[in-house]
């Protein structure tokens, strides 16, 4: 059974550029969630997507953007690149429905390096 | 004040030793607290859940949550090196569609 499928792994964009993460859930999980770790940090909450509409959201800018599928896949938008993008960026999913089911399952995330 | 504190280490210990992990919280609406573990270069992988106050016991694992002092717990017996990692508490006012705020994570290490 895949878990949380994430890609590309790593990336080297430029300031000011847009990049564009992808996020396939783990199967039978709805709910996509994004979040961003900084270096010694943890996980900062961005934004949450089901039934693809967008359920919630963090403290991050509307630079910041996403979309959900109908196949429950996601991807997270990030337009005028600063250097302090620069973070890991985990997706989460999960299946809210399911009974007392409230943790995350994990991808391994993709490493965003902003030069 | 951040809303969940944790006291990011390292910590290490030998081989065999009991690790007692902790964070402290300020938002009284939490209700749902979880503990994550994460190897380097891996995404966070969930250890522990728990409702509201009380204990809960998973192998050589336990998770403490106390409400009323806002303060929650993980403890590893007969640590291993392979429990080398970054424990990662976490908690969410409601379960389901909430969001789920982290502590920095601590970072331990077992010697052989």
């Known amino acids: 059974d895949a878990g949380v499928t994430q890609s590309p792994t790593h990336l080297i964009k430029t300031r000011g550029q847009q990049v564009t993460l992808r996020c396939s859930p783990k199967?039978?999980?709805?709910?996509v969630s994004w979040y961003q770790q900084a270096l010694g940090q943890g996980p900062q909450f961005i934004f949450q997507?089901?039934?693809?509409?967008?359920?919630q959201r963090g403290n991050f800018p509307d630079r910041f953007s996403g979309h959900q599928f109908p196949n429950y896949s996601s991807e997270l938008n990030v337009n005028a690149l600063l250097l302090g993008d620069s973070a890991l960026y985990l997706c989460a999913s999960s299946s809210p429905g399911t009974s007392r089911d409230y943790g995350y399952t994990f991808g391994s995330g993709t490493r965003l390096t902003v030069v | 004040q951040k809303e969940v504190e944790q006291d990011p280490g390292p910590l290490s210990v030998p081989e065999g030793a009991i690790v007692s992990l902790n964070c402290t919280y300020s938002n009284s609406a939490f209700q749902y607290f979880m503990w994550y573990r994460q190897y380097s270069r891996k995404g966070p992988e969930l250890l522990m859940y728990?409702?509201?106050?009380g204990n809960k016991e998973d192998g050589r694992f336990t998770a403490q949550v106390d409400k009323s002092s806002k303060y929650i717990s993980l403890f590893i017996r007969d640590s291993q090196p392979s429990d080398s990692a970054t424990y990662l508490c976490?908690?969410?006012?409601?379960?389901?569609?909430?969001?789920?705020?982290f502590g920095t994570g601590t970072k331990l290490q077992v010697i052989p």
């Open positions: 728990t409702y509201s106050s």
């Open positions: 199967s039978g999980h709805d709910t």
């Open positions: 976490a908690m969410s006012a409601k379960g389901g569609y909430q969001k789920v705020t």
């Open positions: 997507y089901y039934e693809e509409e967008e359920r």
